[in-house]
């Protein structure tokens, strides 16, 4: 069975051989609210069930932090009627594969099956809509798991903090103060009520996106959609879309972290348009301009020339509300956090002084588009996109047409992005360093 499962990893991660342009899919919505996304691929005889929800850290109330996390763990518990622990197997049976994941935005779970399992996908989907069982046994034991997680990935990992540190310094007013990991003491302080109405307020139709992508037929599959998911009733409260922005920063806020790391780093945070936004697209090929390969900025002059950092990078959130953009280095043995920030600011300000060269701008466009064509080259990920572009810009469509907004980003846009979002007197600037009396 472990080779099967395999088998159909690898076939959902083959190239369907459809080009960036040409993804065709169906898109209806039921009468409860749901959104569907249909996309018919022969290629391989498998199928990608997927649900996303419109639900994310931003969602969670005050002191019960890490909720929609905890509920990409507890609705694989069981149902009314999937006993616990019996979701896995059924997947595994058929020889398919499942995950879910979480972000400050929304709440994604997929399968990946044979084909000729399609409907049992949409079973067990709509049984974690309807049926999912949130009872105190299925909550103290994903209680443990998720503390258990946080303690891996978050407090004793080197960094594991970092994102924690940095958004509760960005953000004073917006709920993306808040990482989806949540916080030890909002973990046990929450009741089995609270997850009870959280799951009623955001897990249901009206609140959700079924993307299928793979090996189906779209009229059998709207009748198999309609048998599982018709009756499935909207729900009955207003969830709330709209938040409190962040103010712009105007002042540089500056801090020092210890942590029981070897290597001190610095690490800059600057407040960036939403997903979607014309300036995004800029601040995203600046980012990549910055950090993505060997050839990179900060590649060539912090980590291989100057040689004071271990290694350095730059990443930007794609998020529905204006997020941040990040950017790191990890210094050498011996090496001042001032020397590594000096460089920083180097690399940063010729940027916001100097176009690109025409050579660096077509590697851009290139990595760009090699990212985004492979993002979409397998069923699993189709599935995914169509599903994010609806829910983030309500538009589907833009899996095949969001590659023409990149491409109109020109060297001006970026050196503008640069002088516009990557200013000192607008980011937050951590020291992360090693705990006094440690090596």
């Known amino acids: 069975m472990l080779r099967l499962i395999a088998l159909f990893a690898l076939l959902a991660s083959l190239p369907t051989f459809a080009t960036a342009q040409n993804i065709q899919y169906v898109e209806y919505d039921m009468p409860n609210g749901l959104k569907v996304l249909l996309h018919e691929d022969h290629s391989t005889p498998i199928v990608a069930v997927s649900v996303m929800y419109h639900v994310g850290s931003k969602n969670e109330k005050p002191q019960r932090s890490g909720f929609a996390h905890f509920f990409e763990h507890l609705l694989f518990e069981g149902s009314e009627n999937i006993k616990r622990g019996e979701f896995d197997d059924y997947i595994n049976r058929a020889g398919g594969y499942n995950n879910a994941n979480t972000s400050f935005d929304r709440t994604y779970y997929y399968e990946v099956l044979p084909s000729n399992q399609l409907a049992l996908g ?51 007013t917006h709920p993306y103060k808040s990482t989806p990991i949540g916080s030890m003491e909002d973990l046990d302080a929450a009741e089995e009520m609270d997850y009870k109405t959280f799951y009623k307020d955001f897990y249901r139709p009206d609140n959700a996106i079924l993307s299928i992508a793979g090996d ?42 210890y942590d029981n790391v070897q290597l001190p780093a610095v690490i800059y ?28 900025r900060m590649q060539k002059k912090i980590v291989d020339e100057a040689q004071k950092a271990a290694f350095a990078g730059a990443f930007t959130f794609d998020l529905e509300d204006p997020g941040p953009n990040i950017v790191f ?33 077509q590697k851009l466009q290139n990595q760009v588009e090699n990212d985004f064509i492979t993002a979409n080259n397998s069923v699993s990920g189709i599935a995914e996109s169509l599903a994010n572009y609806e829910m983030y810009l309500k538009d589907a469509s833009l899996i095949n047409t969001e590659l023409d907004r990149y491409r109109k980003v020109t060297r001006e846009d970026i050196r503008a992005a640069a002088n516009k979002y990557f200013k000192k007197n607008g980011r937050v600037v951590m020291h992360w360093m090693p705990q006094p009396g440690k090596p």
């Open 269 to 296: 945070a600057y407040q960036i348009p939403e997903q979607g936004a014309k300036d995004f697209y800029a601040v995203k090929m600046l980012s990549q301009l910055l950090s993505q390969g060997e050839s990179s």
């Open 122 to 172: 949409l079973w067990l989907e709509s049984e974690r809509m309807l049926h999912a069982k949130v009872e105190n046994i299925g909550i103290e034991t994903q209680r443990q798991v998720v503390k258990e997680e946080r303690r891996q990935r978050v407090d004793n990992r080197p960094y594991g903090r970092f994102l924690e540190e940095t958004m509760k310094r960005l953000y004073t």
């Open 216 to 257: 189906i037929d779209i009229e059998q599959t709207k009748k198999l959609i309609d048998v599982y998911f018709k009756d499935i009733p909207r729900g009955t409260t207003t969830i709330q879309r709209k938040f409190p922005q962040e103010p712009p920063l105007t002042v540089e806020k500056r801090d020092t972290v």
């Open 329 to 361: 280095a990890v210094a050498n043995p011996g090496v001042a956090v001032t020397e590594v920030e000096q460089l920083m600011d180097e690399v940063i300000t010729d940027v916001q002084k100097n176009l690109i060269s025409e050579q660096e701008y």
